[in-house]
C-alpha cells in the first residue's frame, strides 16, 4: 500500500527568504513558491509516520560551497535567483521523535525549478523533539535539539547520533521549547514551558564536566500563566519574549538579551509587560515582529496586535474552518515590503496573507464588531428616511470618493459627496411623509458617460425619475392612482426598466433610455411595458425582480413578492384584459401625461404627442401579464427580499432566514394540463411550458433570520493569473447574467455565495461554508433604510462599508477618509487559499460516488499556454474520483480527488444538518449519452447523524471545461427529523416527546425502485427504522420500526440474492452494543411500500447470533452461490468491534422453493440450534431458512476498537481502527490471514471508502509532478504464537534521480513466521495450513517492483497462474481513510486476491480441496 492523497491538520510552517513557504502535513514537506504568484512547486513524504512539527533552514552563509551548488545570488526574478547555477537550500525537518535532512533544489534551467532530496537517513529519538537548531558557527550537519523532558541533545543527522545530551535539574515535562543557539554548544540557552505553567530558562552547555548525564540549574523562571504553554517566540532587538498559553492570553515578558556570544540569559528579574486577551479558545502561536505580535488559536482566527497602541488587536485573519489554526509563519519584510502571514489549519487548509508595515490602522477584514460609527452629519432640519449608493455598477472608486443619496420626510433629496451635503431635487408636496427611493447608474445612447438615475414613488401613484446631476431633465410618471408600495431598477433585454408596484397587485414597468443632446444636456425618453398582475393575496406588491433570457430570446422575470412568493412572468406570455380596470388605468394615463406636458419645457421636446403617447400606453397597460409559474409563500409570510442571477441559477433571499437556490425548468407532463388554464379557465399560451424549481434551501447562521441579499464570493485568483487569462482568452465570459451567455455544454452550477442580513441589532455577513461572520455592523436591526459599499451587485470583494439611517441620523461603518480594507493583493476576506481545507473536525463518514474523466478537447484547447502550464493542464486532466464526506462540524463536503497528482478540490458544502453527521450512503447511476457517461454522474445521497436527522440529496457532477475540474449541482429531495413528526401529532401533550438525543448510527439503501428509495437505519434509541423517500413526491415516510434490540443499534447493512428462477430476496443485517447481530427477511417489505395500513406488521428477525463482546461499530456482507449440487447460498457475514476483534461468520440460506434444508456438511451445530430455534420453529414454510454455518474471528486485529470494515474484492478485507493502522486480510471458506498493515497518518480514524481500479503499464499515479510519497514504510503487525503482537520491518530503500527530480523506493513488507490463528467459540484454532505445520512462511515474496504479496495456495501450479496473471494486468485498488483528515491508498495487485479467490472456490466446489481446517460450527440438518 502507498499514499496517493492527504489531507491531514497542517502542523508545521516557515518562510524562506520571503520567496517559498514550507508547509508540513502530516509528515508530508511542501514547498510553495510566493512569486510571481504562490503556488505548489514540490513534495515529498519525510518523517515517515510521524507528524511534521517544524523546519528549520540552515543559514545560508554555514552553507558549504559547491561546485555544482553554490549559495552565490544573481539578479533575482520572480523571487528565484536567475544565476545560471543552481541553489540550493539545507532543512532540518522534526517532528514526533524523529529529524531528518532536506535539501530544497533551486534550478531556473530546469522545467521543474524546485525539487527536494532526502539527506540521510531517519533519525529516530527516545523523546519527543520540540525544538531544532542549526550550531552557525558549525559547517558540519550538527544539529541542538530540545527534548520533552527539559533535556537538550547536541545530534550528528548524518550518522544518527547523539553526541552530547544535557539535563535540567528541573526534569518536568515540557509543553514547548525554545532554542537560542549562537555558533556554538556552549552558547546553547533553552527556554521551556513546563506542564506547571512556568517558563524556566537554562543553559544546556553551561555545564562544566564531560559526563553524560551532567545537569543543569534553572538561570530565571517566570510566573503567570495559568494554563501550559504551547508557543514560546524571542525578539532580539527589543528583548522581548512572548508565550501562548492554554489560558487563552498571550504575554509578553521584558528579559532582556538572550543567547549569543557566552549564551547570556538576559535580565535577573524578567517582568511582564503585556497580558493580551482576545482569543476565544486556547492559544497554539505566537511571533513577535517588530511594533507587531501575531497570535493563532483554536478560535481559529490570528489576532495582529499593535504592540505601540497599547496592545489592542488591529487585525484579525480568519479563513479557516472549525478546528482551529495549528500553526502560524511571517515572513521578515523589513520597511515598507510586503509582509507575509501564513496559517495552517486543522482542516487542512494554509491562507496566505499580505501585509504592509506601513499600515497602522484598523482592517475591515476582521470578525470583530466595528463598534465606532461615524455620524456623515445630516444637515436639515427634516429626517432622513431612505439612502441609496449613487455609484457605476464595478466602479472601483475609492470609498471617500463614494457618493450617497437620501431622501427626507419633507421629499427633499440630498447628495453627499467628499463631506459636504448639497440639496439635489425638492418635491411636491405630495412626496411629503412617505417616499420610496432607488437609484441607478446606466450609460447614455450613444455615449460612453454614465449616469445616475434617481426614482421616487409616492402615495398618489405618482413616480418622479430624475439624472441626479441634471435633476431638471426628470420626468413624472403614473402608476395607478394608488400607494406606490416599491420602486425597483432592473436591467432587461432593451435596456434599463423601472419597476413600480402600484395598487391591486399590478406593478407597471418602463423602460428608460438617457440621451446626450448636443448642448450636452440629458433627455430621458420613456417606453412603456406591458405591466405585472400579482396573484391576489393580502400583502400584494413587488419587493425584488430579476431579467432573464430564455432558449427562444423570450425575455423571462423572476419577481418576489411581499407575501414571501416567487413569480415567472414571460413577455408575450399569459395576457389577461379586465374591462373594469380600463377606466382606472385611462386616468392614470391622463394624469401622467398632463404632468409630463407640465414639465416639456425642461425636457428636450423631442417626445411624440400627449395623444398618441396616451394611447400607446393605454393599449400597453390594457395588456397585464400573469405568471406563468408560482411559487406562493416559499418564503413565508414576511416576503422576499432580494432574487439574483449567475450563471444560470437564481438565488432568493427572505425573512425566513434562508436562501433558496432555484432555475427555471420544462413543466413536467403530468402538471401540464393543470397550468394550460387560468383562473377564468381561458387557454393561455406558455410555449416552452416553464416552471420554477428549487433546488436546494440554505440556512444562515442561528438568529440570522432577515436575509437581505446574496453576495457571490469572486474566485481566489491571484491579480497576474487574472490578467493572463483575459489576454489569453479576451472574449471569456467571467459571469453570465443573461442565459444565452451560459454555454451549451455546461451546465449551471452553483457557486460559492456569503448571506448578507441582519442578526438581531447587527448587519452582518455571513459565510455558510466557513460558518463565520465576515462582516459585523451594530445598526439597530432591520427596520430602516441601508446600502453597501462598494455597489458591486451581488459581488462580496472581501470588505465593505454600511451606511444606513438610525434615530435620524444618517451613519457609517467607516469613516469617509478611510479606505476599507484591501491590503494588497491578498486582502480579500480569508486570504489566497493555498491549499483548500475540508473539515475543521473530525471526519465521521465517507461515501464515494464514482469517477469523472476529463475531455481530450479540453487538453486540445491549451494553444496558448506555456509548456509547463500544458504539462500541468494534461495531468490534472485525467480522472477524478467524487467522495462525500461528513464531519463533526454539521456539514457535508462533496470532493474531487485526483489520484495522479493528489490534488483535492471542494465541490460544494452542505451545511443542512443541525448536528453532527454519522452516516451516508449514496446510489450512483451515470447521467447523460452513453459517450458521456464518464463525464457526468446522477447521484442520490442520504446522510443521517445527531438529533434523528436526515437529509436526502440529488448531486448532479459534471465536468467543466473552463475550469478543467469537476463541477457539482446540489438538490435537496428531502429531509426528515423524529422530533418533527412528534411535533405534527395532535394531544402531544399527553404524549412522551421523542428522546432529542436519538441519533442516527447507520444508514443503508435496501431497494432502489422507480417511485421510491428504501432506506434502512440504525437508531440510539434501540430501533431500527425503515423508510421510504420519494423523490418525486420530496417526501420521507416511516415504514415501520422495531425495538428488538433493546440496545443502540450501531451498524446495518444489506444483502441482495436471487435464487434460480430470478427471484430476489432482501437480507438486512443489524448490529447493536451487546455484540449480537440480527437478520431480518425485507423481502415483503421491499416489494410492497404501501404504508396506508394503520398497524403495519412488525417484522420478526429470522436470525440473531452473538460475534462480539461489546458494540459492533461495521458490517461487512455479502453472497457467494453454491454448485448446482448445492441449495441455497452462503452469506459471509464480517464484523468489527469495540473490542478490536474481526470476526467472519458465514450464513447457509435456503430458499423456499428448495423443500429442503439440506445437511450435507456433517454434524450438527450446537450453537446454530440454540441461536435460531426459537426463531426457525414459527418460520412459515414459504419464507427463507437461515442456519449458522461457520464462526471464526481474530481476538486482537487492532489494539483499539475497529472503526470501520469494508470488502475491497472477494476474499480481501479492510480494517482500520484508531490504533491508526489500516490492516488487509484475506479470507478464505475457513480461515482470516493478515496480509499487510500500513501505519496511517489520519488520526481517530472513523470510516472508510474502498472501491477498485485498473492501471495500465504503471501509467498512473508516476506522472511527473505529483507529490510523492516513496519515503513511507509499511508496517506489519506479526503475529507468533504466544504472542499477541510484534513489529519486525524491512527497510530496503534504492535512491536515484530521475529527469532532475529525486525518488526514493522502499520494499517495506512484513517478515511473517505464522499465519494468524482464527479462533473458534472453544477457543481451539480453526485453521491451520500446510506451510504451518512444515514451519515455512505463507508470505511467497515476489521480486517484482509492484510490492509483495502473500499465496495461500500451496502448489506450484497455483504460484504459477497467480504469477501469469499479474503480468497480463495490473488492477489496483483504492482505500479512503477518514478521521482527522483524509488518505487515499493505492493497495496494488488486488486482481491476485480477487482469482485465487475464485479458484479457492472452484476447487471446494469440485471437491479437490482438502481443508486441514476442523470447523466446530455448522448448519443443522432436519
Request: proline share 4%; hydrophobic share 35%.
Amino acid at each position: 500500500m502507498e499514499t496517493a492523497a492527504l489531507v491531514a491538520p497542517v502542523t508545521a510552517l516557515e518562510f524562506l527568504q520571503d520567496s517559498f513557504l514550507l508547509t508540513g502535513e502530516g509528515p508530508v514537506l511542501m514547498v510553495y513558491s510566493l512569486q510571481p504568484r504562490p503556488k505548489a512547486r514540490a513534495s515529498v513524504s519525510v518523517l515517515q509516520h510521524y507528524r511534521i512539527h517544524g523546519i528549520r533552514p540552515r543559514s545560508q552563509a554555514t552553507v558549504p560551497a559547491r561546485s555544482s551548488a553554490t549559495g552565490t545570488y544573481g539578479e533575482k526574478k520572480h523571487g528565484l535567483s536567475s544565476t545560471a547555477e543552481p541553489n540550493f537550500y539545507d532543512l532540518a525537518v522534526f517532528g514526533g521523535k524523529a529529524v531528518r535532512l532536506v535539501r530544497l533544489h533551486v534550478d531556473l534551467q530546469e522545467e521543474d525549478p524546485l525539487h527536494l532530496e532526502i539527506l540521510g537517513p531517519l533519525t529516530e529519538l527516545q523523546d519527543w523533539a520540540l525544538d531544532v537548531r542549526w550550531l552557525s558557527g558549525d559547517k558540519d550537519s550538527l544539529l541542538c535539539v530540545a527534548v520533552a523532558h527539559n533535556s537538550a541533545l547536541l545530534l550528528d543527522v548524518k550518522t544518527g547520533t547523539s553526541l552530547l545530551q544535557r539535563s535540567c535539574l528541573e526534569g518536568c515535562l515540557l509543553y514547548s521549547a525554545l532554542l537560542l543557539i549562537h555558533e556554538s554548544w556552549a552558547d546553547a540557552v533553552l527556554v521551556g514551558g513546563t506542564v506547571f505553567n512556568q517558563l524556566v530558562l537554562w543553559k544546556p552547555g553551561g555545564v562544566e564536566g564531560s559526563g553524560y548525564e551532567c545537569k543543569a540549574p534553572v538561570e530565571r523562571r517566570l510566573l503567570g500563566h495559568s494554563g501550559v504553554i504551547f508557543s514560546i517566540s524571542y525578539f532580539q532587538e527589543k528583548g522581548w519574549l512572548a508565550s501562548a498559553s492554554d489560558d487563552r492570553s498571550v504575554r509578553v515578558w521584558g528579559v532582556g538579551a538572550l543567547g549569543g556570544p557566552g549564551g547570556k540569559c538576559g535580565d535577573l528579574n524578567p517582568a511582564c509587560l503585556r497580558v493580551l486577551y482576545g482569543h476565544q479558545a486556547r492559544v497554539f502561536s505566537v511571533h513577535l515582529s517588530p511594533g507587531k505580535v501575531f497570535s493563532a488559536g483554536e478560535d481559529g482566527a490570528c489576532l495582529v496586535w499593535d504592540w505601540a497602541g497599547g496592545g489592542k488587536v488591529v487585525q484579525t485573519l480568519k479563513g479557516h474552518r472549525a478546528g482551529g489554526v495549528r500553526a502560524l509563519a511571517v515572513s521578515e519584510g523589513t520597511g515598507d515590503e510586503e509582509r507575509w502571514v501564513a496559517t495552517g489549519g486543522a482542516d487542512g487548509g494554509v491562507r496566505l496573507w499580505s501585509l504592509r508595515k506601513s499600515e497602522e490602522r484598523k482592517e475591515n477584514m476582521e470578525e470583530a464588531v466595528t463598534e465606532k460609527l461615524t455620524d456623515l452629519k445630516f444637515p436639515g432640519h427634516s429626517t432622513p428616511k431612505v439612502v441609496c449608493v449613487a455609484a457605476k455598477e464595478g466602479e472601483t472608486a475609492s470609498w471617500s470618493q463614494s457618493k450617497f443619496v437620501v431622501c427626507t420626510d419633507q421629499g427633499i433629496v440630498y447628495q453627499y459627496c467628499s463631506g459636504q451635503w448639497e440639496i439635489v431635487w425638492q418635491g411636491a408636496p405630495d412626496f411629503q411623509s412617505y417616499c420610496v427611493m432607488e437609484t441607478v447608474s446606466i450609460t447614455a445612447k450613444d455615449s460612453t458617460a454614465k449616469v445616475h438615475l434617481c426614482a421616487l414613488g409616492n402615495l398618489s401613484g405618482s413616480i418622479q425619475v430624475f439624472p441626479i446631476a441634471h435633476p431638471q431633465s426628470g420626468i413624472l410618471l403614473t402608476g395607478g392612482s394608488g400607494k406606490i408600495h416599491s420602486v425597483i431598477w432592473q436591467e432587461g433585454k432593451e435596456g434599463m426598466c423601472l419597476l413600480v408596484s402600484g395598487a391591486e397587485g399590478l406593478v407597471y414597468r418602463w423602460c428608460i433610455e438617457v440621451k446626450l443632446n448636443e448642448n450636452y444636456s440629458l433627455a430621458l425618453k420613456v417606453n412603456p411595458l406591458p405591466p405585472f398582475l400579482l396573484p391576489p393575496c393580502a400583502k400584494r406588491w413587488l419587493l425584488a425582480a430579476v431579467c432573464l433570457r430564455s432558449r427562444s430570446q423570450e425575455t423571462l422575470w423572476v419577481c418576489g413578492d411581499r407575501r414571501g412568493s416567487l413569480l415567472l412572468f414571460q413577455e408575450g406570455g399569459k395576457l389577461m384584459q379586465r374591462k373594469g380596470d380600463n377606466a382606472q388605468v385611462d386616468e392614470g394615463l391622463h394624469t401622467g401625461t398632463e404632468q409630463s406636458e407640465d414639465e416639456k419645457n425642461r425636457s428636450d421636446g423631442d417626445g411624440k404627442s400627449s395623444i398618441t403617447e396616451q394611447r400607446e400606453n393605454k393599449e400597453m397597460h390594457d395588456l397585464k401579464l400573469q405568471p406563468l409559474s408560482c411559487l406562493f409563500g416559499v418564503h413565508g409570510k414576511q416576503g422576499v427580499t432580494s432574487v439574483y442571477e449567475y450563471q444560470g441559477l437564481l438565488y432568493s433571499t427572505g425573512r425566513d432566514g434562508c436562501v433558496r437556490v432555484f432555475r427555471v425548468q420544462p413543466t413536467p407532463p403530468e402538471k401540464l394540463e393543470e397550468n394550460r388554464k387560468n383562473s377564468t379557465g381561458k387557454p393561455v399560451e406558455n410555449k416552452e411550458r416553464l416552471q420554477l424549481e428549487v433546488l436546494r434551501v440554505q440556512r444562515a447562521c442561528k438568529g440570522m433570520e432577515w436575509l437581505e441579499r446574496v453576495l457571490i464570493l469572486e474566485p481566489e485568483i491571484p491579480e497576474e493569473e487574472e490578467v493572463r487569462e483575459e489576454c489569453q482568452n479576451p472574449s471569456k465570459t467571467k459571469q453570465s447574467f443573461r442565459g444565452e451567455e451560459v454555454k451549451a455544454d455546461n451546465k449551471a452550477r452553483e457557486v460559492r455565495f456569503v448571506i448578507a442580513g441582519f442578526h438581531a441589532v447587527h448587519f452582518v455577513v455571513w459565510d455558510p461554508v466557513r460558518q463565520e461572520r465576515l462582516l459585523v455592523v451594530p445598526c439597530g436591526g432591520g427596520h430602516r433604510s441601508w446600502t453597501l459599499w462598494p455597489p458591486h451587485k451581488g459581488v462580496w470583494p472581501g470588505f465593505g462599508a454600511l451606511v444606513f439611517i438610525k434615530n435620524g441620523a444618517v451613519l457609517a461603518s467607516q469613516p469617509p477618509g478611510e479606505e476599507p480594507s484591501w491590503a494588497g493583493r491578498a486582502g480579500r476576506t480569508g486570504g489566497w487559499g493555498l491549499r483548500e481545507g475540508i473539515h475543521g473536525r473530525g471526519i465521521g463518514c465517507v461515501c464515494r460516488l464514482g469517477r469523472i474523466e476529463g475531455t481530450g478537447k479540453d487538453i486540445q484547447a491549451t494553444g496558448n499556454m506555456t509548456e509547463t502550464e500544458r504539462r500541468e493542464v494534461e495531468r490534472e486532466g485525467g480522472h477524478w474520483e467524487v467522495v462525500v464526506t461528513g464531519g463533526e462540524d454539521t456539514s457535508l463536503t462533496v470532493l474531487a480527488v485526483h489520484p495522479s497528482s493528489g490534488n483535492m478540490k471542494v465541490l460544494s458544502v452542505i451545511t443542512d444538518h443541525i448536528s453532527s453527521v454519522r452516516t451516508v450512503t449514496a446510489v450512483t447511476r451515470p447521467e447523460g449519452e452513453s459517450a458521456k457517461q464518464s463525464q457526468s454522474l446522477s447521484a442520490f445521497l442520504v446522510s443521517a447523524g445527531g438529533r434523528a436527522q436526515m437529509q436526502c440529496y440529488r448531486l448532479l457532477i459534471g465536468w467543466d471545461s473552463e475550469r478543467l475540474a469537476p463541477s457539482c449541482q446540489v438538490i435537496q429531495v428531502a429531509g426528515h427529523r423524529l422530533d418533527e413528526q412528534w411535533e405534527r401529532r395532535r394531544n402531544r401533550h399527553k404524549t412522551v416527546k421523542m428522546d432529542p438525543e436519538t441519533r442516527y448510527m447507520s444508514v443503508v439503501v435496501v431497494d432502489e425502485r422507480t417511485d421510491c428509495v428504501l432506506l434502512a437505519l440504525a437508531c440510539s434509541d434501540g430501533a431500527v427504522r425503515l423508510f421510504s423517500v420519494s423523490e418525486v413526491k420530496r417526501q420521507v415516510d416511516s415504514l415501520w420500526e422495531t425495538f428488538y434490540h433493546q440496545r443502540c443499534v450501531l451498524s446495518v447493512a444489506t444483502c441482495s440474492l436471487e435464487d434460480g428462477k430470478g427471484k430476489r430476496y432482501k437480507l438486512l443485517f443489524s448490529a447493536a452494543t451487546d455484540g449480537k447481530v440480527a437478520v431480518w427477511d425485507l423481502t415483503e417489505a421491499s416489494s410492497s411500500t404501501d404504508n396506508s395500513s394503520s398497524a403495519p406488521t412488525l417484522p420478526i428477525p429470522c436470525l440473531d447470533f452473538p460475534a462480539h463482546q461489546s458494540g459492533i461499530n461495521s458490517l461487512a456482507v455479502w453472497a457467494e452461490k453454491l454448485g448446482q449440487q448445492e441449495d441455497g447460498c452462503l452469506v459471509t457475514v464480517a464484523s468489527g468491534g469495540d473490542d478490536g476483534q474481526l470476526t467472519v461468520s458465514t450464513i447457509r440460506v435456503h430458499y423456499p422453493e428448495d423443500g429442503k434444508t439440506g445437511g450435507s456438511r456433517g454434524g450438527d451445530s450446537q450453537i446454530s440450534e440454540m441461536l435460531i430455534s426459537s426463531q426457525t420453529q414459527f418460520q412459515p414454510p414459504n419464507q427463507l431458512r437461515l442456519h449458522l454455518h461457520a464462526h471464526f474471528h481474530i481476538p486482537l486485529a487492532h489494539a483499539a476498537p475497529l472503526t470501520a470494515l469494508k470488502l475491497l474484492t472477494p476474499g480481501l478485507l479492510v480494517s482500520t481502527s484508531s490504533d491508526q493502522r489500516v490492516c488487509l486480510w484475506r479470507l478464505c471458506s475457513t480461515s482470516i490471514s493478515h496480509r499487510r498493515t500500513l501505519c496511517s497518518h489520519i488520526a481517530d480514524a472513523a470510516g472508510l471508502a474502498v472501491w477498485e481500479g485498473h492501471i495500465i503499464e504503471g501509467k498512473e499515479g508516476n506522472e511527473k509532478g505529483s507529490p510523492r510519497f516513496e519515503s513511507e514504510q509499511e508496517i506489519a503487525i506479526v503475529r507468533r504464537k504466544g504472542s499477541q503482537a510484534g513489529l519486525e520491518t524491512e527497510d530496503k530503500t534504492r535512491e536515484g534521480k530521475i529527469g532532475g527530480r529525486f525518488y526514493k523506493e522502499t520494499d517495506d513488507e512484513a517478515k511473517v513466521g505464522e499465519p494468524v490463528k482464527a479462533v473458534s467459540e472453544t477457543g481451539d484454532p480453526v485453521c491451520k495450513t500446510s506451510d504451518e505445520n512444515e514451519g515455512g512462511s505463507r508470505y511467497q515474496t515476489e521480486t517484482d517492483s509492484v510490492g509483495k504479496t502473500e499465496s495461500e495456495v500451496n502448489t506450484d501450479t497455483g504460484l504459477k497462474d497467480c504469477c501469469e496473471i499479474r503480468g497480463k494486468r495490473e488492477k489496483t485498488g483504492w482505500v479512503l481513510v477518514c478521521g482527522q483528515g483524509l488518505q487515499l491508498l493505492r493497495v496494488k495487485n488486488t486482481e491476485m486476491d480477487a482469482e485465487m479467490w475464485k479458484e479457492e472456490r472452484i476447487k471446494r466446489e469440485r471437491g479437490k480441496v482438502n481443508h486441514s481446517v476442523k470447523v466446530t460450527l455448522q448448519e443443522k440438518a432436519t
